[in-house]
């Protein structure tokens, strides 16, 4: 005779849950419905509550400005460094001129 294994899911019935979705904090109760988003996408991140969920949304956001003022440093740097390139250029190009 065959068992039939039970899912496992990260939440029982009627549990009250959070995630993140659109870049806002979503409250939800585990239900049918959840199982098949679940079982759908089951990497999906759930919080236990709404201050833990809460704190990722604006952990991610901190991290993807860090992100976003990086690469402005490097592009800002790259900038001056061309900008020093060009200098130099005219700069030689003016000390061997001949007046």
């Known amino acids: 005779m065959e068992t039939m294994k039970r899912k496992q899911y990260p939440f029982n019935e009627g549990d009250d849950y959070w995630t993140i979705e659109n870049n806002k904090v979503i409250w939800s109760s585990w239900d049918d419905v959840s199982e098949e988003l679940h079982d759908a ?7 236990k509550t709404e201050e833990d969920a809460t704190l ?3 952990l991610d956001n901190v991290a993807q400005i860090n992100s976003i003022l990086q690469s402005a440093l490097e592009e800002i ?5 061309n900008a020093k ?3 130099q250029m005219t700069l030689e ?7």
């Open 41 to 47: 996408n089951p990497n999906r991140v759930y919080f």
């Open 56 to 58: 990722a949304l604006r």
């Open 77 to 81: 740097a790259q900038g001056v460094d």
């Open 85 to 87: 390139g060009i200098a």
């Open 93 to 99: 190009g003016i000390a061997t001129k001949k007046y």
